[in-house]
């Protein structure tokens, strides 16, 4: 299995909503990632997990909340967002070194706030 | 400070002719290279790496990059485009040593026109 998958794929959420974003990979890959992606934007590193433990947080507002309950899975927890927000999130695996792998990435949540 | 250049943001070509997407980079320390593409409303796919070794590396789809080390160069190369390889292409630099990097070019939208 070499995918990444995402659910759900699409969201709308109004600003006093809490819901979560979820991303799942079978491939025995130690980092997995978090972007944002603006349209015709490149992707925005929000978070990285390396043995589910948060080692980059590339200063995300805190009405986003990452999740890495074992190795295969990651969750982004949102509650309060802004239409700013609205984006089409990307959730990412690699191997255990988060530096010269190729990364392998799920095809996105595509969120929109109200 | 590192970063990557995607100097083209579109690049219109007729079908069957050929296309090169360029990318240069800086960065004072060793680097690997990514190219991905990404096809609407989809998440990025590798589409081929240089770790080390031969500076010309190939994709399975037809499309080939050669690292130029001397002018800081990867770019993209298809001799004969077809109308499915219309999309966005990123080109991605990680950084070999100190703290984790893993930049993303700004995009380039190829468009294969009939």
């Known amino acids: ?16 909503n809490k819901k ?13 990632y978090w972007y944002k992606q603006k349209a ?31 190795s295969s899975l990651l ?8 239409p700013e927000d609205s984006a089409l999130y990307l959730c990412a695996s690699s191997q255990r070194s988060l530096v010269n792998n190729e990364q392998f990435f ?9 | 400070a590192q970063s990557v250049t995607q100097l083209d943001s579109q690049v219109p070509v007729f079908e069957e002719a050929p296309v090169e997407l360029r990318c240069n980079y800086s960065s004072s320390v060793s680097v690997y290279l990514f190219w991905y593409v990404q096809y609407p409303n989809q998440g990025l796919q590798l589409l081929l790496k240089y770790l080390s ?12 990059a050669e ?26 630099v ?17 468009k294969v026109l009939a």
């Open chain 1, 1 to 16: 299995d070499t995918e990444v998958t995402q659910t759900p794929k699409h969201l709308v959420m109004g600003m006093t």
């Open chain 1, 20 to 32: 979560s974003l979820k991303c799942e990979q079978h491939m025995g890959h130690r980092a997995m």
């Open chain 1, 40 to 70: 015709k934007k490149p992707p925005e590193l929000m978070f990285v997990y390396s043995y589910e433990k948060l080692s980059i947080n590339e200063s995300v507002p805190s009405r986003f909340s990452p999740e890495c309950p074992n």
């Open chain 1, 75 to 82: 969750n982004l927890h949102l509650h309060a967002l802004q």
């Open chain 1, 106 to 114: 799920g095809p996105g949540t595509r969120l929109t706030v109200l």
């Open chain 2, 53 to 64: 070794g031969s500076t010309l590396v190939e994709s399975i789809n037809g499309f080939e």
């Open chain 2, 67 to 92: 690292f130029n080390k001397s002018q800081t160069s990867f770019h993209l190369r298809k001799p004969s485009v077809h109308i499915s390889d219309t999309a966005e292409y990123f080109c991605a």
């Open chain 2, 94 to 110: 990680s950084i070999t040593s100190g703290t984790y990097k893993y930049i993303f070019g700004t995009g380039t939208r190829l």
